[in-house]
């Protein structure tokens, strides 16, 4: 048992305390949470204006074009994985570009847009349809009554979905590496490559992301639960 110990001490120690390896773990783990915010962010505004454009009807009440075009879009990005758009982001549409920060959040907030798009959608149609006709009457256009009415009611109810997707956001980025972004995942594999160890490089890094994910989670409940208490008051 000693012994066992005293081997993963010294694996411990030759991969986060030799040469300060272990801020080469922080600046990784810097760029997963930089990529995954900015991306979170940007996937929540592309979900909401392309929400809006599938639920949007011509005058004889049947799909816009631009209903057509958000459906395309949604369908494209659901059905294709994640690190092929990253390659053709990276490869294709801004080969003249090297900002890999850039192109992980450009394309990381597309896929999860089309995500946060169907959670929207579904929250709007949640909110009941009397809502539009009350805001109507009050002499609200159909976009104001849109955007003061049903939208707000309609976030509300899917802030705790939008946060699950966040946490899966955060665990898709370990494929930047693709992009020479060294971010958590890629940090530890270049720190077993540099140590002929890969269990403790690997092992830590994948209970730093539990813990990250952990305590993300735990922020998701505590929303939650102050959400239905809003609902009783």
Known sequence: MNEWFADISYKFQIAFIEGDRYKLYLKGLGVTLEVAFFAAILGVIIGIITALMKLSTRKNGKRSILSYIAQV???VIRGTPSVLQLLIMWFIVMKDSKNGILIAVLTFGIN???YVAE???AGILAVDHGQMEAGRSLGLSKGQTMRYIILPQAIKNVLPPIGNEFIVLLKETAIV???SLSDLTRTASQ???RTFEAFMPLIGAAVIYFVIIKILSK???LL??????????
């Open 73 to 75: 879009y949604i369908d």
């Open 112 to 114: 999860s847009g089309a």
């Open 177 to 179: 590496g693709y992009v």
């Open 191 to 193: 720190v077993s490559s």
């Open 119 to 121: 959670i929207m959608r």
């Open 219 to 221: 922020l998701i409940e």
């Open 224 to 233: 939650e639960r102050r959400l239905r208490k809003g609902d009783h008051r």
